[in-house]
């Protein structure tokens, strides 16, 4: 991994993102901690291309998007236009808000949605991919419903936008996962997991935590990992100490 594959996911300064003169703020803090590129989410109704110049104009690079979940099901040509106007070719697809991991039908059908969705985004010249939580780590026929959303979809389809700590918090291995989708995992959340006294799961700075990210990063490059991205759903104080305090870890311990 190198440093100019490190990105930061907007969605952890989101509260600095909801206007165009704090999202111009933000980019440049955030380029000046070191970051050359970053992730669009979370961030206030912008429109593209002033986002885009806004991005370009503080030398970050945007990497990947979010898009909203019913829009990439139910609207792909909404969401193809959107990244068409932001100049990216990365995209995922943040959250299963409404499915049902008990129900055959409710999780069929998510996954008929994503491929025919994914199959317009290839179309464009952009991929789709699949960010994932902890309820995917749900048994559906004897294995993670995780399992079956990418066994179900054409790879072509559909990449894997792995989170570290929601696999962990989920029960899955980070390593195994970034195994498992080898050829299929084009970016990455790196997110830590720590425990607190009180033994309850937390976010954390990368390195602060338990995740082996050398193996991981390892691991997520034979998988053909083009995006490393920093996210901290929540942070203990400042935000942007936080990110700050990640890309000097990496910086120090991670990259090539």
Known sequence: MKLTQVAAQLYTVRDFCQTASDLAATARKIRAIGYEAAQLSGHGPIPEPEIAKIMAGEGLAICATHEPAAVILDQPEKAIESLQKLGCRLTAYPYPQGVDFGDADSVNLLVRKLDAAGARFRAAGITLGYHNHDIEFLKFHGAPVLDYIYAQT????????LDTYW??????????????????LPFIHLKDY????????????????????????????????QWFIVEQDTCPNNPFDSLRISFDYIQAHLVA
Do not use: M, N, Y
């Not at 054409?154 to 936008?161: A, I, K, M, Q, S």
């Not at 195994?176 to 080898?182: D, G, Q, T």
């Not at 009180?198 to 990992?225: H, M, N, Q, Y």
């Open 154 to 161: 054409d790879p072509r389809h559909l990449v894997g936008e």
């Open 194 to 225: 720590a425990i607190t006294r009180e033994r309850k799961p937390v976010f954390c700075e990368i390195g602060g935590g338990t995740l082996p990210f050398k193996r991981i990063i390892d691991e997520a490059e034979r998988s053909g990992c």
């Open 167 to 184: 696999v962990q918090f989920g029960g899955g291995d980070c390593v195994e996962w970034c195994r498992k989708l080898r050829g299929r």
